[in-house]
């Protein structure tokens, strides 16, 4: 079965520093991952994904994502964290064991970003 | 930029009792879905839906659930009978394709139901 896991709960970055939040995925074939971000009683926002090509994925709000392939792991990066990333972020893969349009998400990693 | 909208954003209902979740997808979107998430729990997959019938459901959406889409931009998530253990954060999404080709959900800002 398709899964992703989140290792942390919540990362604590000081406003300025790199941010990393781990994701590790165990899938069946071709890996399809997401990165989603919850902000306080909003839905979630799709900030990027892989699916082929470049292992070092692009999204939105400088937000990037590496793909390793050997780890199976797919971790979200930002450069300099600002203290609006401060929010809730879920990793995702596309379950294609059922149908095509279902994703499992992880538990989610609170980030914290400290002025 | 088009957003998905879900109404309400908070409802309280008693066990037992019968509600209605109401999402308006994005317009040229053809494909919708709910999802939920318990309080401190991960974000669960419940259906999805395209050209009118259910794609695919998960094993949480048992008889008690229905969806429907009664008109040209609704999209709603009924529960016939609520359960204690209903009580979660029900997110509504949309997808212009769906997940074949990877095109992304965008969701709406969800409906925390409290049965109570």
């Known amino acids: 079965a398709q899964s992703v896991a989140q290792p942390e709960d919540q990362v604590n970055v000081a406003e300025g520093n790199p941010l990393t939040v781990k994701c590790t995925y165990s899938?069946?074939?071709?890996?399809?991952l997401f990165w989603y971000v919850q902000y306080p009683n909003r839905g979630l926002q799709f900030l990027l994904k892989?699916?082929?090509?470049?292992?070092l994925v692009k999204g939105s709000y400088g937000f990037e994502a590496e793909f390793n392939k050997s780890q199976t792991s797919f971790h979200l990066k930002k450069p300099s964290a600002l203290v609006s990333d401060s929010a809730l972020y879920f990793c995702?893969?596309?379950?294609?064991?059922?149908?095509?349009?279902?994703?499992?998400f992880g538990a989610g990693t609170r980030l914290a970003v400290h002025p | 930029e088009p957003e998905v909208t879900q109404t309400p954003s908070h409802q309280v209902t008693q066990m037992g009792q019968e509600v209605i979740l109401r999402c308006v997808p994005i317009?040229?979107?053809?494909?919708f879905y709910w999802y939920r998430q318990i309080l401190g729990q991960k974000v669960e997959f419940l259906v999805s839906f395209y050209n009118n019938e259910i794609s695919e459901k998960s094993e949480i959406f048992d008889d008690q659930f229905s969806v429907e889409r009664p008109d040209g931009s609704n999209f709603t998530l009924k529960i016939r009978s609520t359960k204690l253990e209903d009580s979660a954060m029900y997110f509504c999404?949309?997808?212009?394709?769906?997940?074949?080709?990877?095109?992304?959900?965008?969701f709406g800002n969800g409906t925390r139901l409290t049965v109570t």
């Open positions: 899938v069946s074939g071709n890996p399809y």
């Open positions: 317009s040229n979107h053809l494909y």
């Open positions: 999404a949309s997808s212009e394709r769906p997940h074949e080709n990877n095109s992304p959900l965008h």
């Open positions: 892989y699916i082929t090509g470049d292992n």
């Open positions: 995702a893969v596309r379950d294609i064991s059922g149908g095509y349009n279902k994703l499992i």
